[in-house]
T-cell receptor, first 115, second 113 residues
Framework: GAGVSQSPSNKVTEKGKDVELRCDPI?????LYWYRQSLGQGLEFLIYFQGNSAPDKSGLPSDRFSAERTGGSVSTLTIQRTQQEDSAVYLC?????????????FGPGTRLTVT | AQSVTQLDSHVSVSEGTPVLLRCNYSSSYSPSLFWYVQHPNKGLQLLLKYTSAATLVKGINGFEAEFKKSETSFHLTKPSAHMSDAAEYFCVVSRTGANNLFFGTGTRLTVIP
């Protein structure tokens, strides 16, 4: 079956511009996660959605970062006024239910380069 | 708070020899522990997980890991390395029942023919 998909696969943007990254989770998965993988920070949790509950935003590094999940399916991660330190691979994952008892399935990521 | 330390950033083994990737964890709570693998240009894949059941956990592709509370370790092993095992491996911890994962810095495994 189809896995988690992310678009675009690569994004190059100028410092100060806004970017939107998209994640399509596996159909039927109620939980969706965003992570960031960068050379300096490794792989870090950003935000988590579960059904219609309020998202867990505890990992967002600044108020320039926001995310939405519409209709309990597709999610968009938005970075406003991008900075060079935002350059990283942004990974999305989905799982069938809440808590880490359920395996998280990862997408291939979006590589963001801020010039 | 939860964290993991992967003791080796790079491990190199010959094909057919054993693999040992080391991981120590720190957790204020009862932890769940995982190993993920990331092949070049591919997404992360779960190898195995420990969630307070059997301490010796068997995963895919012949990998296994043992949870040792007294040593706060969760080392990943495989009896015989295959060329296809070459990848980046991440040790991951979470609080049991929680929702987000905390990743180690990764260990790059090279398999020499």
């Amino acid at each position: 079956g189809a896995g988690v998909s992310q678009s675009p696969s690569n994004k190059v943007t100028e410092k100060g511009k806004d970017v939107e990254l998209r994640c399509d989770p596996i159909s039927g998965h109620t939980a969706l996660y965003w992570y960031r993988q960068s050379l300096g920070q490794g792989l870090e949790f950003l935000i988590y959605f579960q059904g219609n509950s309020a998202p867990d935003k505890s990992g967002l590094p600044s108020d320039r970062f926001s995310a939405e999940r519409t209709g309990g399916s597709v999610s968009t991660l938005t970075i406003q006024r991008t900075q060079q330190e935002d350059s990283a691979v942004y990974l999305c994952a989905s799982s069938p239910g809440i808590t880490v008892y359920y395996e998280q399935y990862f997408g291939p990521g979006t590589r963001l380069t801020v010039t | 708070a939860q964290s993991v330390t992967q003791l080796d950033s790079h491990v190199s083994v010959s094909e057919g020899t054993p693999v040992l990737l080391r991981c120590n964890y720190s957790s204020s709570y009862s932890p769940s522990l995982f190993w993920y693998v990331q092949h070049p240009n591919k997404g992360l894949q779960l190898l195995l997980k420990y969630t307070s059941a059997a301490t010796l956990v068997k995963g895919i592709n012949g990998f296994e890991a043992e949870f040792k509370k007294s040593e706060t370790s969760f080392h990943l092993t495989k009896p015989s390395a295959h060329m296809s095992d070459a990848a980046e491996y991440f040790c991951v911890v979470s609080r049991t029942g929680a929702n987000n994962l905390f990743f180690g810095t990764g260990t790059r495994l090279t398999v020499i023919p």
